[in-house]
């Protein structure tokens, strides 16, 4: 069964720092591009950061530049978003996403076709 799962979300306060985690199963995840999307309700999913096939290059959207790295850990199958400095404009349902094929937009969600179930990220004093 090709599985997606996200985990490391939580509540953190302004300015902390956590670690999400993206682990593939039933697939090799080193194969495919991955996207980190976010989302709240009632609004359209937004596209955070990605790392490419082939080459590993990265790309991040304006507002977690600097702040967030995406990276891959091919040994544990699993793709890492790793946020410090977190606002409260960061809170959101964090998903992941991977596409066997070379993105055009990393941004774009109808480009990946698999996706995990989601973890909650709030931050909140």
């Known amino acids: 069964q090709v599985q997606l799962v996200e985990s490391g979300g939580g509540l953190v306060q302004p300015g902390g720092s956590l670690r999400l985690s993206c682990t593939a199963y039933?697939?090799?995840?080193?194969?495919?591009?991955i996207g980190w999307f976010r989302q709240a309700p009632g609004k359209e999913r937004e596209g955070v950061s990605c790392?490419?096939?082939?080459?590993?290059?990265?790309q991040y959207e304006d507002s977690v530049e600097g702040r967030f790295t995406i990276s891959r850990d091919n040994a544990k199958n699993t793709v890492y978003l790793i946020m410090n400095n977190l606002n409260p404009e960061d809170t959101d349902v964090y998903y992941c996403?991977?596409?066997?094929?070379?993105?055009?937009?990393?941004?774009?969600?109808?480009?990946?076709?698999?996706w995990g179930q989601g973890t909650q990220v709030t931050v909140s004093s």
């Open positions: 996403a991977a596409s066997y094929n070379p993105l055009r937009a990393y941004d774009s969600p109808v480009q990946y076709t698999s």
């Open positions: 039933g697939f090799t995840l080193d194969n495919y591009a």
């Open positions: 790392i490419s096939r082939p080459g590993g290059s990265t």
